[in-house]
C-alpha cells in the first residue's frame, strides 16, 4: 500500500527553527509537495522537489532524499502567524497526489 | 471571480438527500479535483478530472459522482447521502493533470449528514 508518515503535532518557541519530517512509502514517485493550512482555511503551496537536494524560499525550505523516501520542511525565525498544519503529499506512479494526514505546529511566545 | 470558488460554505443534510456541491474555478486550469478532509486522515480524493469532457476516480469514489461539462465548473454530486460522508469537501485545480503541478484549492464545504 501507499503511506505517507509525518508527526502529528510539534510545538515550537517563537524565533526558533523547527523541521518537520515526511517519510513516504508510494508506487513511484513524481514529486514532493509541501502545504501549509491554517485552521479552517484551504491549504496552500509552500514548496516543490522532485530532484534530491534543499529548495530554499524565503524563511522555509524543503528537502528531498528519494533513496531514502524522506523530506523535511525547516521552517527559521517562526513566528506566531506559522501556527498551522503543514501536509506532505507524493505524486504517486499514475500522478496522482498522496497526502499525509498533515502536523499541527503550534508556536508558543 | 479570483480561482477557485465552492459553494454552498456550509450544509446540513437528511441522509437520503441528493446534494450537488458546486467548484467554479476561472485560471483555465485544464484540470480539476475534488477531495474530502477527514480529521486524522490526509485529504482523500474522490473524483478528478484532466481536461472538460474527461473525468475519473480518485481513491474514494463510492457515493459520488462529477461531471465536466467545460473548463470551469466541476460540480460533484452526492446522490444519496449517508452519514459517513460527513467531511469537509475541498475542490483544487492545477494547469496540468500531473502530480508536478501546484494544486490550488477553494475555501471547502463543510457537510453535515444526519
Known amino acids: 500500500g501507499q503511506n505517507i508518515d509525518q508527526p502529528t503535532e510539534m510545538t515550537a518557541t517563537e524565533g526558533a527553527i523547527v523541521q518537520i519530517n515526511c517519510t513516504y512509502q508510494t508506487s513511484g514517485f513524481n514529486g514532493l509537495f509541501w502545504y501549509q493550512q491554517h485552521a479552517g482555511e484551504a491549504p496552500t503551496f509552500l514548496s516543490y522537489?522532485?530532484l534530491d537536494g534543499l529548495e530554499e524560499k524565503g524563511r522555509f525550505s524543503s528537502f528531498l532524499s528519494r533513496s531514502k523516501g524522506y523530506s523535511y520542511l525547516l521552517l527559521k525565525e517562526l513566528q506566531m502567524k506559522d501556527s498551522a498544519s503543514y501536509l506532505c503529499?507524493?505524486?504517486?506512479?499514475?500522478?496522482?497526489?498522496?497526502w499525509g494526514a498533515g502536523t499541527k505546529l503550534i508556536i508558543k511566545p | 471571480i479570483a480561482g477557485i470558488t465552492q459553494a454552498p460554505t456550509s450544509q446540513i443534510l437528511a441522509a437520503g438527500r441528493r446534494m450537488t456541491l458546486r467548484c467554479t474555478q476561472d485560471?483555465?486550469?485544464?484540470?480539476m479535483y475534488w477531495y474530502r478532509q477527514d480529521l486524522g486522515l490526509g485529504l482523500r480524493l474522490i473524483h478528478y478530472?484532466?481536461?472538460?469532457?474527461?473525468?475519473g476516480k480518485g481513491e474514494v469514489p463510492d457515493g459520488y459522482s462529477v461531471s465536466r461539462a467545460n473548463t470551469d465548473d466541476f460540480p460533484l454530486t452526492l446522490a444519496s447521502a449517508v452519514p459517513s460522508q460527513t467531511s469537509v469537501y475541498f475542490c483544487?485545480?492545477?494547469?496540468?493533470?500531473?502530480?508536478?503541478?501546484?494544486?490550488?484549492f477553494g475555501p471547502g464545504t463543510r457537510l453535515t449528514v444526519l
Open positions: 483544487a485545480s492545477s494547469d496540468h493533470g500531473d502530480s508536478y503541478n501546484e494544486q490550488f
Open positions: 478530472s484532466n481536461t472538460a469532457g474527461t473525468t
Open positions: 485560471m483555465r486550469h485544464n484540470a
Open positions: 522537489n522532485v
Open positions: 503529499a507524493v505524486g504517486d506512479s499514475n500522478y496522482q497526489l498522496i
